[in-house]
């Protein structure tokens, strides 16, 4: 069971990025996913969520600029996000779990990480 995201980089502010957290040891239809940040000395966050009914969840901070999918067929979820700003240099994490959410908690298995780093 493995979760891996990818598309992380450098950007500069106003511009974009989509992650991608693939899933391979089981399917991600039958769970909620979500992506989660953490910046340096701060505390993991919840950025977006999607259940599996597809209903979606943003943090103010990113609601109207970021936007999660799912593409079942490729057991992978997207999270495209444009307009960067410098404070959305994070890592982000995406997770697997029985609720959408942005607690911790219900989410059992986790990927890697993926680095965000928006400057000019």
């Known amino acids: 069971v493995q979760l891996v995201e990818s598309g992380g980089g450098l950007v500069q502010p106003g511009g974009s990025l989509r992650l991608s957290c693939a899933a391979s040891?089981?399917?991600?239809?039958?769970?909620?996913i979500g992506w989660f940040r953490q910046a340096p000395g701060k505390e993991r966050e919840g950025v977006s969520s999607?259940?599996?009914?597809?209903?979606?969840n943003y943090a103010d901070s990113v609601r109207g600029r970021f936007t999660i999918s799912r593409d079942n067929a490729k057991n992978t979820v997207f999270l495209q996000m444009n307009s960067l700003k410098p404070e959305d240099t994070a890592v982000y994490y995406c997770?697997?779990?029985?609720?959408?959410?942005?607690?911790?908690?219900?989410?059992?298995?986790w990927g890697q990480g993926t680095q965000v780093t928006v400057s000019s």
């Open positions: 040891g089981f399917t991600l239809d039958y769970h909620a």
């Open positions: 999607i259940s599996m009914e597809g209903r979606t």
């Open positions: 997770a697997a779990g029985n609720v959408a959410t942005f607690s911790t908690g219900p989410y059992y298995y």
